[in-house]
């Protein structure tokens, strides 16, 4: 952020709400202001003032996390909450099945957002939770949501910083173009290493009643423990029950409060 944007007072609020991911979910005052690029006073004031109210707490050791008023507000986005409670007991089944860890997954802006994360105690060393965000070019989770989204939307992403998690992550456009295009035609996403060594990735389309995918299905697993001819078949039976659980009883409605959420 640079003085010629000038910012707004609410810019500077969604900034520093916005410097908190999975991966710094904790932060000191200085790495807010500088994440946000504010300056410390600006961040001093700003961050008082959302900690009031409630929308960060402040630790013992001076660091800031979000606060329960965040996640209050959260939770009252109702129709993406909706397709998690839907879809829970077919992903309880998946996990049950196949002992391995079990994502559900919607797109948001350029990242995939998990609805709900099934882990499996000594499963794949891959940092996931409900309400945490990715990447889409590093999972097979957002792989899967852009080879379904429209040209517009696949080279607007392609156009973002691709960053790599491993030394394996794919950050060539032209590579993810191809690797995008074998996915619409086989159905599903695999992938190996791409955010962590040792780690398979793979996620099948949740589709709406016209076809278009609103969300993913998705597992990882340990590679040296499982292939990816064993988990492709229960991974999509359990992408086409939930797709069936959502296209009724009212399914136009359901897609579209989904993909307005």
Known sequence: MTSSSKPTAAGRVLAILDTFTDRHDSLTLSSIARRAGLTLPTAHRLVGELTEWGALHRQADGEYTIGLKVLEL???????????????????GLHHATNTNIHLSVSIQQDVLYLESMLTPGGAPVTSRFGGRWPMHATATGRVLLAAGTPEELEASLRQPLMAYSPH????????????????????????????????????????????????????????????????????TTARRISTALNGPDPDLAEHELRSA
């Open 74 to 92: 959260g939770s009252l986005a109702g129709h993406r909450l909706r397709l998690k409670q839907l879809a829970h007991p077919y992903l309880h």
């Open 169 to 236: 992550t794919v950050t060539d456009p032209d590579g993810l173009r191809q690797l995008l295009a074998e996915i619409r035609q086989r159905g599903v996403a695999v992938a190996y290493d791409q955010i962590a060594t040792g780690v398979m990735a793979l996620a099948a389309p949740i589709t709406g009643p016209h076809g278009r995918a609103v969300a993913a299905v998705g597992i990882t697993a340990p590679k040296d423990r499982f292939t990816a001819h064993q988990l492709i078949p229960p991974l999509m």
